[in-house]
C-alpha cells in the first residue's frame, strides 16, 4: 500500500474521530442554550469565512477521494514532511476534546455569548483564552501538510486569518457579558498563546519559514534564467523569491503621501527617502529580507491651525518569503510571506511591532500580460487585526516600457464601523537590463480612510 493511500484513509478516519469528539458537545450546548444568531459577527465575515471554509474542506476531500482531482495543486513535499502533517493531525484531536470538556454547554460556532454561558478559566483556558482556534491551527497545518496541495494551504490560511480577524469582535461580546472579569482574564492569558510566550510565538512565524526552506525540495540551482520580479512598483507583492545566493534591492528614491483624518479634523503629509528592501535568496524557493526606512517626515495640521512634525528612523521589518509553487516553471505562483516588525525610536523601541503573513499568486495571460493577487492579515499592537487584498494587472506597453493597474483594499475588522483603505493605483516601469528598473507611479483614495494620493519614483536591481 502507497503513502498517499496510507494518508488518504488516515485522513478519512481523523475526520470520523472529530465528528465523534466534537459532535456530542455541540449537540448538547445547541439543546441546552438554543441557536444563536451568526449575524453578529457581520454579513461580510460570515459569508467570506464559511466560503473560504468550504473551498479548504472540498479540496482535501476532493483529494482523499481521488488525488489525480487536485493535482493541479500539489506541492512536491518530502515523504517526511507529510508524516508530520498526519501526525500534528493526530495530536489535534485529543486537545480539542479537552477544549470541549472544559468549554462545556458554552460552545458555539459564532461571536456571541449563550445567555446562560459562564466564563471558563479551566483547563486550557487557564493560559488562553481562545485554545480552540490555537489547536485548530495545528489542525489546519497538518492538513495543508498532509495533502501537499497548494489549494488546501491557501485556503487554511485564509480561514485562519478571517478567525483571527473574528476573534477581536467576539472579545468584544465576551467583555460586554463579562466586565471586569473578563478583563481581569485578559490581563494574565494571551489570546491564542500562552501570555508570557506571546513574542516568541510571533517571532516563531519566522522561525517556521527558515525551517521550511530547509526541507522543500530544491528547484533548479540558482536559477540562472529566471527574470527579475520585485515586490514594487504595485502594492502586490511578488510570489517569486530571489534566486539562491543573489541579492536584489529594491528602493524609492521619494515617496510622498497626502492624507487626512475626517473625524479628528486633522490634514496631513509624509515624506520618506530611500526606503529599501534588501533581499537574499537563501534557498531556490526562498528569500530573506529586510526593510528599512531611514527617514521619514510626517507633518499634521490640526483644527485651528496648530501643527505637529515627527521626524526620523521608521520601522526596521523582517521577512521570509517561501514559493510554494512556480518559482521556475508553470502559468502559476504562489508564495506565503511571514512578517514582522519593530520601531527603531520611542518607548516602544526594539519590541515587537507589526507582524501578521501575506500571501501572494501570479498567474500568466496572454501577451505577456500578468495577473496578481495578494491576501494579508496582519495585527498591530493594542490595535485589532486588519485584512487586506489586492489585485493587479501589469502589461507591456512598449519596447522595455510596462505599466500596472491595481485595486487596493485594507479593513481594520469586520464591524458595521470599521474603516475600509481602499485606493486605485497605477505605474510605470522601464527594463534597464535583465537585472535592473526604474518604476513610477501613483495611489489615489477612493475611501474616506484611504490617504488622498501618493506619488513615488522607485529602482530595483540584482547581482
Request: include cysteine; proline fraction near 5%; charged fraction near 15%.
Amino acid at each position: 500500500m502507497s503513502l498517499e493511500t496510507v494518508l488518504r484513509l488516515f485522513g478519512a478516519a481523523a475526520l470520523l474521530a472529530m465528528v465523534a469528539v466534537g459532535g456530542p458537545y455541540r449537540l448538547r450546548a445547541h439543546r441546552a442554550g438554543g441557536a444563536v444568531s451568526r449575524l453578529g459577527e457581520g454579513l461580510a465575515l460570515m459569508i467570506g469565512l464559511r466560503a473560504i471554509a468550504a473551498v479548504w474542506a472540498l479540496g482535501f476531500t476532493l483529494w482523499m477521494i481521488e488525488p489525480r482531482w487536485m493535482a493541479w495543486a500539489q506541492v512536491p513535499l518530502p515523504s517526511g514532511l507529510r508524516v508530520l502533517g498526519a501526525l500534528l493531525i493526530a495530536g489535534s484531536i485529543p486537545l480539542y476534546a479537552w477544549v470541549f470538556h472544559h468549554l462545556g454547554l458554552n460552545l458555539t460556532d459564532t461571536v456571541l455569548v449563550r445567555r446562560q454561558a459562564a466564563l471558563v478559566r479551566t483547563g486550557p483556558y487557564r493560559w488562553v483564552r481562545h485554545p480552540l482556534y490555537s489547536f485548530g491551527a495545528v489542525f489546519v497545518a497538518g492538513w495543508a501538510l498532509m495533502t501537499a496541495n497548494g489549494l488546501v494551504a491557501v485556503a487554511g490560511l485564509g480561514a485562519a486569518a478571517l478567525i483571527v480577524v473574528r476573534t477581536a469582535i467576539e472579545e468584544r461580546h465576551l467583555l460586554e457579558r463579562f466586565g471586569n472579569a473578563y478583563r481581569e482574564y485578559m490581563a494574565t492569558t494571551g489570546r491564542f498563546v500562552p501570555r508570557r510566550r506571546s513574542q516568541i510565538a510571533q517571532l516563531a512565524l519566522i522561525g517556521i519559514g527558515v525551517v521550511a526552506c530547509t526541507i522543500v525540495p530544491p528547484a533548479r540551482a540558482d536559477a540562472p534564467g529566471r527574470e527579475l520580479s520585485t515586490d514594487r512598483p504595485d502594492r502586490t507583492e511578488s510570489a517569486y523569491s530571489v534566486p539562491k545566493g543573489r541579492w536584489q534591492i529594491e528602493l524609492d528614491v521619494i515617496n510622498h503621501v497626502q492624507f487626512s483624518v475626517p473625524e479628528q479634523d486633522i490634514d496631513g503629509e509624509a515624506l520618506a527617502l530611500v526606503p529599501f528592501n534588501l533581499k537574499y535568496g537563501i534557498h531556490p524557493r526562498a528569500d530573506l529580507q529586510l526593510v528599512v526606512e531611514p527617514w521619514a517626515r510626517t507633518l499634521v495640521t490640526m483644527s485651528g491651525g496648530v501643527e505637529s512634525k515627527d521626524q526620523g528612523t521608521g520601522d526596521i521589518t523582517g521577512r521570509i518569503k517561501l514559493n510554494l509553487f512556480g518559482n521556475d516553471g508553470g502559468r502559476a505562483a504562489l508564495a506565503v510571506m511571514p512578517f514582522v516588525s519593530t520601531p527603531t525610536r520611542g518607548s516602544n523601541r526594539g519590541q515587537i511591532g507589526t507582524y501578521g503573513v501575506v500571501t501572494p499568486f501570479a498567474f500568466a495571460l496572454r501577451g505577456d500580460r500578468a495577473f496578481g493577487a495578494m491576501l494579508v492579515v496582519a495585527k498591530d499592537p493594542d490595535l485589532d487585526p486588519w485584512l487586506g487584498g489586492s489585485a493587479t494587472i501589469g502589461s507591456p506597453l512598449a519596447g522595455d516600457l510596462a505599466g500596472f493597474v491595481e485595486l487596493f483594499a485594507v479593513r481594520a475588522g469586520f464591524d458595521s464601523g470599521a474603516p475600509s483603505d481602499v485606493t486605485a493605483d497605477g505605474g510605470l516601469t522601464y527594463a534597464l537590463g535583465p537585472d535592473a528598473q526604474l518604476d513610477a507611479g501613483v495611489y489615489v483614495g477612493l475611501s474616506d480612510a484611504a490617504e488622498h494620493w501618493r506619488v513615488f519614483l522607485g529602482f530595483s536591481a540584482r547581482r
